[in-house]
């Protein structure tokens, strides 16, 4: 009895290390604004960004990307988070940057977050789309991943994907396939824009506002001067998120999500758009 006890204390051991070095937010993330605002806790395990009145906080990877699959696990702000903003991004910057954006408008206590996509290529974005959320945000960490490969750009929330941006470029209209990005996330005040379109501002009172960061993997190529990881000249790797898209069970869901939890879709708006819905709104 003890010994078995001992022998599933080692295995969990071992699988606790391993797991804890995949996904190390010191190994991969630097904290890069905020004052000591955004910390790196657990050795690693966890990361914590706030906001209060004098400052918002954020960090980025380390390295930058050429495609990947990322997914990271966020718990976000509690209680009354109105006027406040999480982003979580990939951005190459610069005048015509690539971007790829999850942003996550905050609320009333009780009312629901917007989750806000967006896409720029070579610097034009104008893509967005929003959602509500099937659960609360902000009682459990839950898993958001960008999938970027050549072929398509799907926003997935717990494996359930919201949005595919598929690249159209045979049809010339551009798709983020030749800039390396960073990974970035922040948390801010926009309480002139976020919530009910600025009309519910930011109550000062409730601060700090703590958004959470748990596990996260990358599975990437991570682009340096001399290329990609993900070059011919490493053939050991197996990406096979390189060649993911949606397959019949994944275009159910995004007509799931978007049937009952879509709340702004770009390709519908035709007051913004006098003068005729972006191209790849008929073609996707
Ligand atoms: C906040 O709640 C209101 C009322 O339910 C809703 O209209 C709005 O879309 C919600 N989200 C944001 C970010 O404003
Ligand atoms: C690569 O991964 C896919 C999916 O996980 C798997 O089906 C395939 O066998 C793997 N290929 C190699 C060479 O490991």
């Known amino acids: 009895m003890t010994n078995k006890i001992i022998l599933i204390n080692l295995l969990l051991i071992t699988f606790l290390v391993e797991a804890s070095a995949a996904s190390n937010f010191n190994q991969y993330f630097d904290i890069t604004w905020g004052d000591g605002r955004g910390k790196i806790l657990n050795n690693g395990q966890l990361l914590t960004l706030s906001l209060d009145k004098a400052s918002g906080s954020g960090f980025r990877s380390k390295n930058e990307y050429l495609f990947g699959k990322i997914d990271m696990q966020l718990k976000l702000v509690p209680g009354n988070s ?20 999850f ?6 206590s009780g009312d629901p977050y917007i989750v806000h996509t967006n896409i720029y290529a070579q610097g034009k974005g104008n893509k967005e789309q929003q959602f509500y959320l099937w659960f609360d945000p902000t009682k459990d960490f839950h898993t958001y991943s960008i999938l970027w490969n050549p072929q398509s750009i799907i926003f997935s929330v717990d494996g359930t994907p919201l949005r595919e941006f598929k690249n159209l470029e045979s049809k010339g209209i551009p798709f983020p396939k030749s ?9 801010w005040d926009a309480d002139n824009w976020a919530t009910r379109g600025g009309l519910a501002k930011t109550d000062w009172s409730q601060a700090p506002f703590t958004a959470s960061y748990g596990n996260f993997n990358i599975q990437a190529c991570v682009w340096t001067s001399s290329g990609s990881s993900c070059s011919s000249k490493n053939p050991s790797s197996n990406h096979s998120w390189m060649k993911q898209s949606l397959d019949s069970t994944g275009q159910a869901r995004i007509q799931w999500v978007q049937k009952n939890y879509m709340i702004y879709n770009y390709c519908t708006d035709t007051k913004r758009f006098p003068q005729g819905l972006p191209p790849e709104c008929s073609l996707a």
Request: aromatic letters at 12%; zero cysteines.
């Open 82 to 101: 109105a006027g406040t903003v999480t982003t979580y991004y990939l951005s190459s910057l610069g005048d015509a940057h690539d971007e790829i954006d």
């Open 103 to 108: 942003e996550f408008l905050g609320n009333l």
């Open 179 to 187: 800039q390396a990005m960073s990974i970035y996330s922040s948390l």
